[in-house]
C-alpha cells in the first residue's frame, strides 16, 4: 500500500509542475497585457512592467516564478497591486470551501440515498420520481437553479434570505443551488451502478447461498457500486470547494469565484498562475485520494497497480 500511494504522490507532483509551466507560458500568449490601459503614459506602462518583473525574458521570469512558487509565494496582483495573491486566497478561499462543503454533504448524501432506492425500487412510481429528479438537476444550469430558489424562498414566501454569507439561514439557497446538480448526477450515477452490479455472478452466488437481501445490497452490491461515484468525486469536489462565479455573484458571496473571471479579463498574470496552481493542485489532490480509495475500496486495483 505504501508502495502504492507514493507513485500517486509522485505523479501528482508531476502534473503539478506541468500544469504551472503549460499556464505559465499560454498566459504570457494571451493578447494585451496588465498594463495596457490607453490611460497609462509609456512611461508609466514601462515603469509597471519594470517593477512587477515583466520586462524580462521570459524564461528568466518563468524561473523566477518556480523559486517563488516552491516557497509559496503567488506574488502580486496587478489588478488589486497593494495585495498580494496569497492575501486573496486567504480571504477568498475560506466562503467558497464552507459553501462547498455544505453543498457537498447535501449532495453526496441525498444523492447516494436517491439513487440506492430508485435501483431498488426500479420501474415503478418510486424510481420514475427519482429519475425526473436527477433529469431535472443535471439539465437546469445552475444560474436557474439559484434564481429560482431566490424568487420562490426569498422573494415570494420570505422563508430565507437571497444575498450575503453572514450566518446559517444564508447558506441553506446557494448550497442547494451549488449542490442539486451534483446531488442529481450522484444519484444518476448511483442507481445505474446498482443496476450493473446486481447482476454480476457474486451477487447471484450470494443470493443462492441463502445469504439475506439487505446483506447482499449493504455488502456487495452498495460497496461496489459507489467506484463510478468516487471517480466523479475527485474533479467534482476540486471544483466546488474552490468556487463557483454563478452562484457566489447570484448571492453575493465573497469566494474565489470572481477571482477566477477578473483574472482573465484583466491579464492579471499573477492572480491567473496563482488561481490555477491553487485549483490544480487541488484537482490533483482530490484525484490522488480518490486513486488512494480505488485500493481501498477494491484490493484488485492495489494489486495491479504493483
Not at 520586462?55 to 497593494?82: A, R
Not at 451549488?178 to 451477487?203: C, K, N, P
Not at 445469504?211 to 468516487?230: D, E, G, L, W
Request: charged share 15%; proline share 4%; aromatic share 14%.
Amino acid at each position: 500500500m505504501t508502495k502504492y500511494v507514493l507513485k500517486r504522490i509522485g505523479i501528482s507532483l508531476v502534473t503539478v509542475f506541468v500544469l504551472v509551466s503549460v499556464v505559465f507560458f499560454l498566459a504570457r500568449l494571451m493578447p494585451g497585457g496588465p498594463f495596457n490601459d490607453p490611460k497609462l503614459s509609456a512611461t508609466a506602462r514601462e515603469n509597471l512592467n519594470a517593477y512587477y518583473g515583466f520586462d524580462k525574458p521570459v524564461l528568466e521570469q518563468y524561473l523566477q516564478y518556480l523559486n517563488n512558487l516552491i516557497h509559496g509565494n503567488f506574488g502580486f496582483s496587478t489588478k488589486y497591486p497593494s495585495r498580494t495573491v496569497n492575501d486573496l486566497l486567504a480571504g477568498a478561499f475560506p466562503y467558497s470551501a464552507d459553501l462547498g462543503i455544505r453543498a457537498l454533504c447535501l449532495a453526496v448524501s441525498f444523492g447516494l440515498v436517491f439513487g440506492i432506492i430508485s435501483a431498488l425500487n426500479r420501474g415503478n412510481k418510486i424510481d420514475l420520481f427519482f429519475v425526473l429528479i436527477a433529469v431535472i438537476g443535471t439539465s437546469v444550469p445552475d444560474f436557474i437553479m439559484g434564481a429560482l430558489l431566490q424568487h420562490f424562498f426569498g422573494v415570494k414566501w420570505g422563508l430565507l434570505p437571497i444575498a450575503e454569507y453572514k450566518g446559517f439561514s444564508y447558506t441553506i439557497l446557494p448550497s442547494v443551488g451549488l449542490g442539486f446538480y451534483t446531488m442529481a448526477s450522484v444519484s444518476r450515477i448511483m442507481r445505474a451502478s446498482m443496476l450493473e452490479v446486481v447482476q454480476q455472478d457474486y451477487i447471484k452466488t450470494a443470493r443462492s447461498k441463502g445469504i439475506s437481501r439487505f446483506r447482499v445490497t449493504v455488502k456487495h452490491q452498495m460497496r461496489n457500486a459507489t467506484m463510478p461515484v468516487v471517480t466523479m468525486m475527485g474533479p467534482t469536489v476540486a471544483a466546488v470547494l474552490t468556487g463557483t462565479f454563478v452562484i457566489e455573484s447570484l448571492f453575493a458571496i465573497p469566494g474565489m469565484g470572481k477571482y477566477y473571471v477578473e483574472s482573465v479579463q484583466n491579464n492579471d498574470y499573477s492572480l491567473i498562475l496563482g488561481m490555477t496552481a491553487f485549483y490544480g493542485a487541488f484537482l490533483v489532490f482530490c484525484n490522488m485520494i480518490v486513486d488512494i480509495l480505488y485500493g481501498v475500496i477494491d484490493p484488485r486495483i492495489r494489486i495491479a497497480g504493483k
